[in-house]
């Protein structure tokens, strides 16, 4: 298996995991990172909100907005799926119950 397989595979189990979240899962292709809209569950920026995640849930997230010049907040932030499958069911679990 080469390294882009890899990581699809890691990338699309970790999306059927979390298929019944109320994250927007957008198509994300080449990396490693998962990027996920959370305008649905909260109106906080996505620095607060990805504060929250790792303060409440023990989930690191990456905050989009610190990706851009303008600091614009598109209520997005980046999840890792560069983990073992152990980790991304236990992530999944967590993200599944954050409403």
């Known amino acids: 298996m080469n390294i882009s397989s890899f990581y699809q ?3 699309d189990v ?6 019944d979240s ?3 899962i957008i198509p994300s292709k080449g990396t490693y990172f998962q990027m996920l809209d959370f305008s649905d569950i909260s109106n906080e920026s ?3 909100f990805a504060e929250r995640l790792t303060k409440d849930y023990k989930i690191a997230t990456i905050p ?3 990706f851009n010049k303008n ?5 997005q932030i980046r999840v890792c799926f560069a983990k073992t499958e152990e980790t991304l069911i236990s992530a999944a679990k967590i993200i599944n119950a954050i409403y």
Do not use: A, G, Y
């Open 46 to 48: 996505d620095l607060l």
């Open 14 to 19: 970790f999306l059927e995991l979390i298929t």
């Open 22 to 24: 109320k994250f927007k």
């Open 71 to 75: 600091k614009e907040d598109f209520k």
């Open 9 to 11: 595979q890691k990338r």
């Open 64 to 66: 989009t907005s610190v």
